[in-house]
């Protein structure tokens, strides 16, 4: 059977669903995105309705445009996906705007970013390019560039512009405070800050990068104008960003690393990775910075993504923006369910005592193809995660709501 798109919206793509998964399905990144951007915005309310402006549940602001060939570049623009821009991911290429792209653009409609001069679409790094631009002027979209010398110095620009927008009195993103999350730039050390990607599509954050064992000078610079009053959070072990650079980042705020390591409960550290480190972040809460999901208990959503298709990963940060607000999952398998998977999904999962009518529910959304994440692995996900009768003998995994609000 095969499910037809509804009238008047010939480019939608099919959604497979259970009662507990959501499967945004593509091919290829450019599918991916769209399908993102296709779930979050109908974008069916006339764009001289005198509601829609602000009506960004129904259309984004803007968008950010970025191609999918270059991680670093396109982690390091998810900054620009929150408000006041609500301005998501969707790739092109670096010579112009595959069809799939222009469609959705156009489809999208968005409003312009009023506190932007009415910018529609921001161009970062080589998405920045005659073809893509002559293809945005054509529609009569208004765009801007961001780019950099360096990947460094890129974020440096993504943060300044940013900040500029959201927190003009400053030019320094806050909310509530100077919140940076940081990357290694080493190998494919990057893959520990795809968590971050999603919250900084959530709350107001800088993105910026360091080497395993130096800060560049364009970091520093950024770090600077928090005026040494910056909650500094490190993705990755000391195998990604050593000691010695978390003592110099230190400098110019509180200094905390984001991994799967706990001195109380382990002898030794144990053995991290990028997708240890979205578990432990998904659980995570700072309330001096009020930084992290801290998502221990049911009534929520994520993003499952395999950790090798870091587009997918980017492009479904607008998930955390909207919605579900769905903090990242890696998958390390394209088949099953990994048994550390496994364990958090059901350790969230609800149960009732009185009626499963009471809820809360949960939902993951699964990106991409059957290559990417098998069917059995996505059933496997809402296998877990379904409502549970707590009164039934055996029945000793998941929580209440309550578990995972802040303070709680």
């Known amino acids: 059977m095969t499910t037809p798109p509804p009238a008047g919206e010939p480019t939608l793509a099919p959604v497979y669903a259970t009662k507990t998964t959501t499967r945004l399905y593509g091919t290829n990144p450019f599918e991916e995105a769209v399908s993102v951007t296709q779930h979050i915005w109908p974008s069916v309310v006339p764009l001289n309705d005198p509601t829609e402006n602000n009506n960004d549940p129904d259309r984004p602001w803007g968008v950010t445009l970025v191609t999918p060939d270059d991680p670093l570049t396109a982690i390091t623009a998810t900054p620009l996906i929150h408000f006041p821009d609500d301005a998501p991911i969707l790739y092109v290429t670096s010579s112009g705007i595959p069809e799939i792209t222009l469609n959705e653009l156009k489809r999208l409609g968005d409003t312009g970013i009023s506190r932007d001069n009415n910018v529609d679409a921001f161009l970062v790094g080589a998405a920045a390019n005659s073809g893509v631009e002559n293809q945005l002027k054509a529609i009569g979209l208004k765009y801007q560039t961001v780019t950099g010398s360096d990947i460094p110095t890129l974020a440096d620009n993504v943060d300044k512009l940013y900040g500029s927008i959201e927190n003009p009195d400053t030019g320094v993103p806050t909310m509530p405070g100077y919140n940076v999350a940081i990357g290694s730039l080493d190998g494919k050390d990057w893959q520990y800050v795809l968590p971050a990607t999603h919250w900084v599509a959530h709350m107001p954050t800088g993105l910026l990068w360091v080497h395993e064992n130096s800060v560049p000078q364009a970091t520093i610079d950024a770090l600077k104008r928090r005026g040494g009053?910056?909650?500094?959070?490190?993705?990755?072990?000391?195998?990604?960003?050593s000691s010695s650079v978390a003592g110099q980042l230190a400098q110019y705020g509180r200094v905390v690393r984001i991994t799967?390591?706990?001195?109380?409960?382990?002898?030794?550290?144990?053995?991290?990775?990028?997708?240890?480190?979205?578990?432990?972040?998904?659980?995570?809460?700072?309330?001096?910075?009020?930084?992290?999901?801290?998502?221990?208990?049911?009534?929520?959503?994520?993003?499952?993504?395999?950790v090798n298709d870091w587009q997918a990963a980017v492009a479904s940060a607008p998930l955390s923006h909207l919605g579900f607000h769905a903090p990242l999952i890696l998958t390390s398998s394209a088949t099953t369910l990994p048994s550390d998977l496994e364990g958090y999904f059901s350790s969230v999962s609800p149960f009732f005592l009185d009626s499963p009518a009471d809820g809360p529910y949960n939902m993951t959304y699964v990106i991409g193809s059957w290559d990417q994440i098998s069917w059995p692995e996505q059933a496997r996900v809402d296998y877990v995660s379904e409502m549970h009768n707590r009164r039934v003998v055996g029945s000793n995994t998941g929580s209440t709501y309550a578990d995972s609000q802040p303070g709680a």
Request: charged share 10%; hydrophobic share 40%; glycine share 14%.
């Open 229 to 241: 009053m910056g909650n500094i959070y490190l993705f990755g072990g000391p195998n990604q960003i």
């Open 260 to 306: 799967n390591d706990d001195p109380v409960a382990f002898n030794a550290p144990p053995v991290d990775s990028p997708e240890a480190t979205a578990i432990a972040f998904a659980k995570y809460y700072d309330p001096m910075g009020m930084f992290g999901w801290k998502i221990t208990g049911p009534g929520h959503g994520f993003s499952l993504v395999n």
